[in-house]
């Protein structure tokens, strides 16, 4: 939205007939000439009111620096009578002279002698701060007066005290000195403190005058104020009923039209009209003269209200083009959480977009239009999230395509029939069979799509592998929430059926590269690839040994022994190998080492999962026990620790950190020990901590 709007067409009232700006300013001159005038008669006055008063008040600041340093003289003076008194104290009591004493004297004396010249003559001075100050000589003739005599008793005074400026004055210097200061000392302070008060008069003097200047002054701005009122009370009558009329027709506009609009000033305020709409569409009341930015900030980022800053300063600069800019407008689309008519919150998406409304060469407001987008927004967010959908799709299918044929059928046909055992285990569960029973159905279902989310991430299935554990977290939702677990059950057959379709996706193009590969499956090839995948995603460096050949075994055996395979893999790279860090802290190589065998011997098969990690640590699975509240302390007291690391087998249990694609659900060794007892198998576990942990599972060949 570019254009320019010239100031003409932002509040004409109808009807009626503009003159050209030129004569209308002329027009607007003659029309005011009495009020113009007078404001500035008042002006001028006012002015030369102003620099009378500066003139004072700067006679009266010069008066307030001789009040203090004339009482500073008289402060001074006894000062250098009291240190005369000391030394001489010092003297007849055979002590040294007080360095500090001496001091204080010799500083007197010198600062009431810069400061009697200073009073006669007019000079820069030390102030009771130390700072340099200016001071005027004394001008009135009281004043000089009484300087004659303070200096009559000064000069002989002071040539009795030049001796005791410097070291090595006699006693007799010192007696002479004090002599004539106490014949002296009170004659010179009755002279100062009259000198004082002939001080403070005059500065009173001057005070009085300022008074008068000022009361004169406010009394004739007063009378001129009143005039310019009047007149200006007259002209005002005359246009507030066309005023009015055009503030009606704005009103008429502002409360029909749907979008938000309102102007705002080059200092960012909200002009005296705002459309009703520009309420609803903020979700609070705004008011004429309300900060623009202020209104902003709840709904940006500082960043972004910076950004907004600078946009707008650049609008209100005439020699920026406004065509260049509308395209770097940071506000054309801004989420901004609000409150409804019904006080609750909802997400919203605004688009700010800015006139400028300029007279001649200047820019004199920016008309705003604020329009809600959130059905545009929303439709294209959706637009967007079946395009990637459909590219994760297209992804996953590719994938399928370069992986291995037969291991490809034999997922699709494990993954549909475990889906169908899921189907059959949901649809059977009723609130008839009590909620334990329901709740082990969702155990056996979390179980089989826990399983099929490990196949496919062994296959690089990504997407599939991401659905079934985002079916996982629905399953643990409803074996975690109470409440009606029926109820939550109705929620899950969607679910369940989008994994189906993605299941028979990849059926078909497995039946379309049903004679393209050889049957032999590099099984041992994926296993290390997940290692690596899960290793990479916990921020951890791991080296598989991998030898499964499942080619010997029956299908049956083949499916359990492969799930066994993957759930232990993932296990021993989440919980067992540490991370780089601590292998390193530990003495170990930063890469840890995970073993996948399967071994036949005489009469049985051996499949075992070995790292060199961390091992087992009874004490923290203790510990989780209590976290989960499935034991108190007091009763673990009575487990050994091989019945509490027996726990690491039941459904639920986990010790990782956080709920994760590879960990965190408690199903993963729930799926082994469910498969070793379907094998009719037995399973072995070893470990030492800060060492190795193995799984063995034996099985009859």
């Known amino acids: 939205m570019a254009a320019v709007l010239p100031l003409d067409s932002v509040a004409a009232p109808a009807g009626r007939v503009r003159q050209p700006r030129a004569a209308s300013r002329a027009f607007a001159f003659g029309k005011y000439r009495e009020i113009i005038v007078a404001v500035a008669f008042f002006l001028l006055f006012d002015l030369g009111v102003l620099v009378l008063n500066f003139y004072t008040s700067f006679k009266i600041d010069q008066d307030t620096v001789a009040i203090n340093l004339a009482g500073r003289q008289r402060y001074t003076s006894q000062r250098i009578a009291r240190t005369l008194l000391e030394l001489d104290a010092a003297r007849a009591a055979g002590q040294g002279h007080s360095a500090a004493t001496l001091a204080e004297l010799r500083g007197g004396v010198r600062i009431f002698d810069i400061s009697q010249t200073a009073f006669k003559t007019g000079s820069t001075v030390p102030g009771g701060d130390g700072k340099p100050v200016f001071l005027e000589a004394v001008t009135s ?19 009795k005290l030049q001796p005791l400026m410097k070291d090595g004055f006699t006693n007799e210097e010192l007696a002479a000195a004090l002599a004539y200061s106490q014949a002296n000392n009170s004659k010179l302070l009755s002279i100062a403190n009259d000198f004082v008060t002939e001080t403070q008069q005059l500065g009173a003097s001057r005070a009085s005058t300022l008074r008068m200047v000022q009361t004169g002054g406010i009394l004739l701005a007063l009378l001129n104020f009143a005039f310019i009122l009047f007149k200006f009370l007259r002209r005002l009558q005359t246009s507030d009923a066309a005023i009015e009329a055009a503030n009606d027709e704005n009103r008429e506009i502002l409360q029909s039209v749907r979008e938000g609009l309102f102007l705002i000033t080059p200092d960012f305020r909200l002009g005296s009209q705002l459309s009703k709409s520009a309420r609803t569409l903020f979700g609070r009341e705004i008011a004429p ?22 946009y707008v300063e650049l609008l209100f600069s005439p ?25 609750v919150e909802v997400t919203r998406h605004l688009s700010f977009h800015f006139n ?116 996982e977290n629905d399953l643990e939702r409803v074996r975690q929430g109470g409440g009606d677990v029926g109820a939550a059950l109705l929620a899950l057959p969607m679910p369940l059926e989008e994994l189906l379709n993605k299941v028979a996706a990849l059926k078909s193009l497995a039946g379309m590269n049903r004679a393209s590969a050889p049957a032999a499956a590099d099984f041992d090839g994926l296993l290390r690839r997940l290692a690596g995948d899960v290793a990479r995603d916990h921020g951890k460096q791991v080296e598989a040994e991998v030898d499964v050949s499942l080619a010997a075994l029956p299908p049956a055996e083949s499916d359990l022994v492969r799930e066994v395979s993957v759930q232990l893999l993932r296990n021993a790279v989440v919980h067992g190998v540490e991370s780089p860090a601590s292998r390193r802290a530990a003495g170990k190589p930063a890469a840890g080492q995970v073993a996948v065998r399967l071994l036949r011997g005489e009469g049985e098969w051996t499949l075992s999962v070995r790292d060199d990690g961390a091992g087992l640590s009874a004490p923290r699975i203790r510990r989780k026990l209590i976290e989960l509240g499935w034991y108190t302390a007091e009763q673990l007291e009575n487990f050994n620790d091989r019945q509490v690391v027996a726990h690491i087998f039941k459904p639920g249990f986990s010790t990782a950190g956080a709920v994760d694609m590879h960990a965190g659900r408690g199903v993963g060794l729930d799926v082994v020990q469910a498969n070793v007892q379907r094998l009719g198998a037995r399973i072995q576990l070893s470990s030492t901590p800060g060492e190795f942990t193995e799984f063995k599972i034996r099985f009859a060949a």
């Open 141 to 159: 003739e009281r004043g000089r007066a009484l300087e004659a005599d303070i200096d009559a008793v000064w000069k002989p005074y002071l040539e």
């Open 289 to 310: 003269g309300d900060n623009f930015f202020a209104l902003l900030a709840p709904l940006l980022n500082d960043k972004a209200l910076v950004d907004a800053r600078d």
């Open 356 to 471: 400028r409304v300029q007279d001649g060469g200047a820019v004199r407001h920016l008309l705003v239009t604020v329009q809600d987008i959130s059905q545009r927004v929303e439709l294209e967010q959706k637009l967007n999230t079946e395009r990637l959908r459909s590219q994760k799709e297209f992804a996953m299918l590719l994938k399928a395509v370069d992986a291995d044929p037969a291991l490809l059928r034999q997922f699709v046909a494990r993954a549909e029939a475990l889906l169908l055992e899921v189907n059959d285990l949901l649809r059977s569960t009723s609130a008839a069979h009590g909620e334990a029973a329901m709740l082990k159905h969702v155990d056996e279902a979390r179980r089989r799509v826990h399983a099929i989310k490990g196949d496919a991430a062994t296959l690089g299935l990504e997407t599939l592998a991401s659905q079934a554990h985002q079916f």
């Open 319 to 343: 020699h920026v083009k406004e065509a260049l800019v509308q395209g770097i407008n940071p506000l054309s689309e801004v989420e901004a959480v609000i409150k409804n008519r019904l006080g």
